[in-house]
């Protein structure tokens, strides 16, 4: 049990979980500073990130980490959810940034998350 542990965070640590959790913050940041700039901010409304897209798409990621623990041919499979969910995350952030004024080309802007 201990090896399986141990081949299951060998997969998901690292740099990608450190990854998911600074791309979260700074959504949640600039979801903030959208809010205030909108004068739409509300205290009773911060945990609603924690119900957001984003963090349904980090647990399955996890949940194909225990996949490809016990069946590597899963390996491409979690590898190409991880460059997803990091252009989700950074398609987010984009939208927020366009919000606040960010001079974003419109033929990238068309992509973001809005």
Known sequence: ???????????????????????????????????????????????????????????GYYLIGLMVTQDPAWQAVLIGSYALIIATMVANIGGKLKKLGLPIPDSISKLLVK
């Open 1 to 59: 049990m201990e090896t399986f542990f141990q081949d299951f965070w060998a997969m998901v640590d690292g740099a990608k979980t450190i990854t998911f959790l600074v791309l979260f913050i700074v959504d949640f940041i600039a979801g903030v500073v959208v809010a205030i700039k909108a004068g739409e901010f509300a205290f009773n409304k911060l945990a609603n990130c924690l119900s957001s897209n984003v963090l349904f798409l980090i647990a």
